[in-house]
Nanobody
Framework: VQLQASGGGLVQPGGSLTLSCAASGSIFSVNAMGWYRQAPGKEREFVAGINRVRSGGSGSTHYYADSVKGRFTISRDNAKNTVWLQMNSLKPEDTAVYYC?????????????WGQGTQVTVSS
């Protein structure tokens, strides 16, 4: 599985950005997709995740880090093999390199595939 992330950039505090991540390759094996981020001098941390809706399922499950709840929204289009992260009310502390991840299980915490990072800078 290959993941191609895009959409990062420079934005002022309070602004918005949308990141996207497109999966290719053995996509039939992909279940959860989501985002992590790593700020300078800090550990990589979980941001948001979403599971794949299986046939007959009741819908996808979204989950977020407490620091982004209410500001970030994750969504997914299985037909396009793409996941998006809509980021609103951005704060300087959201500045980081954002990484897309995909796993073959419902949990992003398991071993999986990583995309290249995309830089998000929130600054006036």
């Amino acid at each position: 599985v290959q993941l191609q992330a895009s959409g990062g950039g420079l934005v002022q505090p309070g602004g918005s950005l949308t990141l996207s991540c497109a999966a290719s390759g053995s996509i039939f094996s992909v279940n959860a997709m989501g985002w992590y981020r790593q700020a300078p001098g800090k550990e990589r941390e979980f941001v948001a995740g979403i599971n794949r809706v299986r046939s007959g399922g009741s819908g996808s499950t979204h989950y977020y880090a407490d620091s982004v709840k209410g500001r970030f929204t994750i969504s997914r289009d299985n037909a396009k093999n793409t996941v998006w992260l809509q980021m609103n009310s951005l704060k300087p502390e959201d500045t980081a390199v954002y990484y897309c991840k995909a796993t073959s299980t419902p949990s992003l915490a398991t071993e999986g595939y990583w995309g290249q990072g995309t830089q998000v800078t929130v600054s006036s």
